[in-house]
């Protein structure tokens, strides 16, 4: 893989449930860069999840081509592969009474149990810093089972950059957050974006109020077709909104923040 070489690509995807023929995806064509911040927008059932899947090396395409860190799915083994991704959902299962660095451990081997001794001194040191870059620092020696949401959210987030990814899949990280712990999560993301200049993020959310400013770029989905793809100012508009999500939706702009309304009728 080439410095300028695409850290995604997607050519003519499509994904169909085997079970019912079910057609997910349609003719996906989609490209993400080293350091771009992308946003998958959609209404439920629209396939965002599913892309993410594809990308995050956890399932093969039915038709067309997934290209990940240089790597086409089908010719690269998954595991190694899912090893140089980041990945964060809210259903993670993570152990309750484990501690917020534990849990930030278990990311550099890939499991849900900690794995003690493959952490020497300078990884268990790693997941102090990467606590502290995103602002939790304090939890360390908290149980993940009594930290809120919100630091729950960042505490993964820490886990997911331990082997210190390229690409960070982010599958509707905000759920079920309240407001302060919600604009925790937009700062952190933030500060990561411009941080670590090399990485890029793809994030899945419903709430454009959700996405930090520096998501630069975004994919509006519907019925498994992508309506619309590119720069946020060009794609996060009223009319597109409105196709995408099949009501009038009026779109507005604050400090570099997306907000979505139902439009005055």
């Not at 399932?59 to 086409?72: D, K, N, Q, S, Y």
Request: proline fraction near 6%; hydrophobic fraction near 45%.
């Amino acid at each position: 893989m080439t410095s300028d070489s695409p850290v995604v690509a997607l050519s003519g995807v499509s994904l169909r449930r085997l079970t019912a023929g079910q057609l997910i995806l349609d003719a996906v064509d989609w490209t993400v860069r080293a350091g771009e911040h992308w946003a998958l927008l959609g209404p439920n059932g629209a396939g965002k999840t599913s892309i993410l899947r594809l990308v995050g090396a956890v399932i093969h395409p039915t038709t067309g081509t997934v290209e990940v860190l240089g790597h086409r799915l089908g010719r690269v083994d998954m595991r190694e592969l899912r090893a140089r991704i980041g990945l964060v959902s809210s259903a993670q299962k993570a152990p309750q009474d484990a501690t917020a660095h534990t849990i930030v451990l278990t990311g550099a081997t890939g499991t849900v149990q900690p794995l003690w001794r493959r952490y020497d001194a300078a990884t268990r040191e790693r997941a102090h810093a990467l606590l502290a870059e995103l602002g939790c620092k304090e939890l360390a020696d908290r149980p993940f089972g009594v930290c809120s949401g919100g630091q729950r959210a960042r505490v993964l987030i820490a886990r997911a950059l331990m082997p210190d990814p390229a690409l960070l899949l982010l599958d509707e990280p905000f759920n079920a957050l309240d407001l302060p712990s919600r604009e925790d999560l937009v700062d952190a993301l933030h500060h990561l974006a411009t941080s670590r200049p090399g990485l890029a993020t793809v994030t899945v959310t419903h709430h454009l109020e959700e996405l930090p400013p520096s998501t630069a770029r975004v994919m509006l989905l519907r019925e498994g077709r992508v309506l619309t793809a590119g720069p946020a100012e060009e794609v996060l508009t009223d009319a597109s909104l409105t196709a995408c999500f099949g009501r009038p939706i009026s779109v507005t702009r604050h400090g570099g923040r997306w907000l979505a309304t139902s439009a005055t009728r």
